[in-house]
């Protein structure tokens, strides 16, 4: 702790960034400041009162910082930092489905509709869209409403006419590309669907009826009930409509209901005047109320790009918020905080409500998945006497095809979930036959030698590695990691009677069957197993093996053995002269040339 203060001391008064990194080295929060030493020494010479703060002080063992020119850049590198390090006591919003937008480029000549997930500066955007109303949904309303151009030609006025399609002998094209209609008279068409697309629907329902009763009298009646259809779609999105707001009003409303140990936040999406979006999120860690929001919407803007020009919060601080999103969206937000009773009110009031429902609801699922999570966590170093929580688990297992095209895969669990951005894979370099032990030793050595680089997995300290086997395997983990100072737990699975094993401990644990700390384990083990299998495949599929010593002609086990015994990688069998390759021991001549040609051509 003296260190620490002495660092604190040392800090300056502008603003910046903060990392908060345990006993390993693992970055356990990220946090902003407007002044960094008042702050940062906020945390140590003050007596911590809420108990989630108190936890994270009592696990810090030093902190790094960066100094900035403002707020918002103090903002947006811990939004990247947050991301990045994915801190336990950061709120970490998992990746959301990316929502479909429609889109239209109002710089064409003659501009028509889309739809589209990825937004960029040039072109128009409505949405997004969900909860029982798809941007295919409103697209097909918009193609049997306006005879706007359903193709993606370039088009120009001074371009030499084609032949219409079969869009415009359906009457849903007004034939552009054939000179049937002018640019001016298009654009007024476009022009009115943008109108129903910001939220005014009357002319549109009137045009869906009346070519309805075309089609019906007509006795089209394929047309006439994929027009009905269209007028269901347009009634369910009429009925959204949020009283007593205009119809060109866009909102984004946020709220957030916690009960102290589960908390959830409800998003509205209004669009035009209606309610187009419900979605609820679990929030599982957050250390004030105000940093909560701030997180959460930066996190929350980072999967929905279309910034709204109006928010609206509970009466919190929303100075930083406010901050965010006029630089991500280069104009002004702002951010309402209604009064008692006003219509915005009601909003906030119908976001808390969705709040607690989802809380509820979920409120067995929620404890469920913290028990088999974070809860597993503390049970697993309860049940095995570990000297810390394993928050962060690393698992190792090797595959091979009778000796050959054999990997080793690296999978992390942090607090208790699979975290795939972490896996990591290898391609053993230094073994050539059947070996298990040998291929767990080079690993082993090479995820340790990586420690410093600046991978972000491996520069991590694990908490607890797994290692896929029995005692065999655990010696020669043991024996490896003690080389580099590993003073963090090891355990091996073995997978008969699913035993854990401890170093210098000569019985297994034996875990209770079904409980969370045995799936746990199970958890890391199979995701291993999983990942390890699917490289090997993937090599085998693709014939790539080390350089492909198996395929070269009069090379064999034995041979490839010896080759591996002499020069220890395939890297130094490639780099070694021909007369280096024949002074290698059961070797002949012959055979030292076909592999020094493989490597030389």
Known sequence: MN?????????????????????????????????????????????????????MVENIRDFDFYVVNDEVEALALENNLIKKYKPYYNILLKDSKTYAYIKINLKEDYPHFEISRRLNKTDKYFGPYMAGVTAKDVLS???????????????????????????????????????????????????????????????????????????????????????????????????????????????????????????????????????????????????????????????????????????????????EIELFLQDKAKKKVAVAKPKIDSVKFKLLEIAEKNALMHMEKNLEHTTKQQNASIGAVRQLKKDLDLKHEPKRIECYDISHTYGTYTVASMVVLINGEKAPSMYRKFKIETVDFIDDFASMREVLTRRMEKLTSDDISFSQMPDLIVIDGGKGQLGI??????????????????????????????????????????????????EAHRFAITFNRSLRQKGMYRGGLES????????????????????????????????????????????????NK
Not at 161 to 181: D, G, N, Q, R, V
Not at 271 to 289: A, M, P, S, W, Y
Not at 293 to 303: G, N
Not at 566 to 589: C, D, M, P, V, Y
């Open 141 to 319: 309303i918009l193609d049997y409403a306006f005879p706007l151009r359903k193709c993606r030609l370039p088009l120009a006025e001074n371009k030499k006419p084609l032949k219409p399609c079969i869009f415009h002998e359906m009457h849903l094209c007004s034939a552009p590309c054939a000179h049937k209609i002018s640019k001016a008279e298009y654009m007024e068409i476009v022009n009115n669907a943008i109108r129903f697309l910001k939220g005014e629907t009357d002319e549109v329902e009137k045009i869906l009826q009346e070519k309805m009763q075309i089609a019906s009298d007509t006795q089209n009646y394929e047309t006439a009930i994929k027009l009905r259809d269209r007028l269901n779609m347009l009634n369910k999105m009429k009925a959204r409509v949020v009283t007593s707001l205009g119809s060109l009003v866009d909102y984004d409303v946020f709220n957030l209901k916690t009960s102290g140990e589960f908390s959830a936040m409800c998003v509205l999406n209004i669009r035009g005047g209606k309610l187009q979006g419900v979605e609820t999120f679990d929030i599982l860690n957050f250390l004030d109320i105000n940093e909560a929001y701030t997180q959460f919407v930066m996190q929350y803007y980072t999967s929905h790009p279309l910034i709204v020009d109006e928010i609206i919060m509970p009466d919190i601080e929303t100075q």
């Open 552 to 599: 070269i002609e009069g090379v064999g086990p034995a041979t490839r053995r010896a080759l591996l015994g002499k020069f220890r990688t395939i890297e130094n069998i490639k780099n070694a002269t021909l007369e280096e390759l024949q002074q290698t021991k059961g070797i002949s001549k012959s055979t030292a040339l076909n592999v020094y040609k493989r490597f």
């Open 3 to 55: 260190i620490i203060l002495d660092k604190v001391k040392r800090l300056t008064n502008d603003p910046g960034v903060y990392i908060m990194k345990d006993k390993d080295e693992n970055v356990i929060y990220v946090g902003k400041a407007k002044n960094l030493k008042k702050r940062v020494s906020q945390y140590f010479l003050r007596k911590q009162e809420i108990l989630k703060v108190r936890n």
């Open 477 to 526: 983990a043991v024996e490896v990691m003690e080389k580099y100072h590993f003073t963090n737990d090891l355990i091996s699975l073995a997978k008969r009677e699913e035993e854990v094993f401890k170093p210098h401990e000569p019985r297994p644990y034996m875990l209770s069957k079904g409980s969370y700390s045995l799936r746990l384990v199970q958890l890391a083990r199979d």
